[in-house]
């Protein structure tokens, strides 16, 4: 089993920062890469940012120069640290991680259950 345990969602200004965390935890092997994704009401599931297991990092256009994501591979962590927020990032995100579990040979994506970021005035 593996568990993907986020943290750090919440209300905020526009012009606010967060930072969100995702713990994995379980029968882990190693793991790929991990990121976040976010959904808003009426749209689609986008991604945010994902880092892989050698640091290569890619974010959404939208976020660039205002989101990073960063991992620590000793507590299989990522964090986004989220800044200059903008109402338009409001959504339910949702921690991915793809990884390996022992005894089973191919990668396969897990989520955490999501947590909500609202930026209001």
């Known amino acids: 089993q593996v568990q993907l345990v986020e943290s750090g969602g919440g209300l905020v200004r526009p012009g606010g920062s967060l930072r969100l965390s995702c713990a994995a935890s379980?029968?882990?092997?190693?793991?790929?890469?991990m990121g976040w994704y976010r959904q808003a009401p009426g749209n689609q599931r986008e991604l945010v940012a994902v880092?892989?297991?050698?640091?290569?990092?890619n974010y959404a256009d939208s976020v660039k120069g205002r989101f990073t994501i960063s991992r620590d591979n000793a507590k299989n962590t990522v964090y986004l640290q989220m800044n200059s927020l903008k109402p338009e990032d409001t959504a339910v995100y949702c921690c991915?991680?793809?990884?390996?579990?022992?005894?089973?040979?191919?990668?396969?994506?897990?989520w955490g259950q999501g947590t909500q970021v609202t930026v209001s005035s």
């Open positions: 880092i892989i297991s050698g640091g290569t990092t």
């Open positions: 379980g029968n882990i092997f190693s793991i790929y890469s």
């Open positions: 991915n991680a793809r990884l390996r579990v022992h005894n089973i040979a191919r990668e396969n994506d897990y």
